[in-house]
């Protein structure tokens, strides 16, 4: 029923910038956390950045200071804006919904209820 479509991902130099979108089907009335996983191969998704509904932010240890989370007025559209890019930031990036609870980057991901089809981000070494 809702769909979440991930958007900006491809392949960047070391030091370069990409800004990740994810749109939504329609307008989540219980949404009050959105975030962005990511998942590189062989290895298990993990949080990149949250947003609530009061605005709050938080990053993992690894993005503090590259990334930046945001969202449209409406708050339909999340985006993701990457700078400083590096090797180890190459993944597949998912962005996601809950309804309530915890929302930072170190929620389980299996909290999250609905999901996008990923956009992947690759950064050559």
């Known amino acids: 029923q809702v769909q979440l479509v991930e958007s900006g991902g491809g392949s960047v130099q070391a030091g370069g910038s990409l800004r990740l979108s994810c749109a939504a089907s329609?307008?989540?009335?219980?949404?009050?956390?959105m975030g962005w996983f990511r998942q590189a191969p062989g290895k298990t998704r993990e949080g990149v950045a949250t947003i609530n509904s009061r605005g709050d932010k938080t990053y993992a240890p690894s993005v503090t200071g590259r990334f930046t989370i945001y969202q449209d007025n409406a708050k339909n559209t999340l985006f993701l804006q990457m700078n400083s890019l590096k090797p180890e930031d190459t993944a597949m990036y998912y962005c996601?919904?809950?309804?309530?609870?915890?929302?930072?980057?170190?929620?389980?991901?299996?909290?999250?209820?609905?999901w996008g089809q990923g956009t992947q981000v690759t950064v050559p070494s």
């Open positions: 329609q307008y989540i009335s219980d949404t009050v956390c």
């Open positions: 996601a919904t809950r309804t309530g609870g915890s929302c930072t980057a170190g929620t389980p991901e299996w909290l999250f209820r609905y």
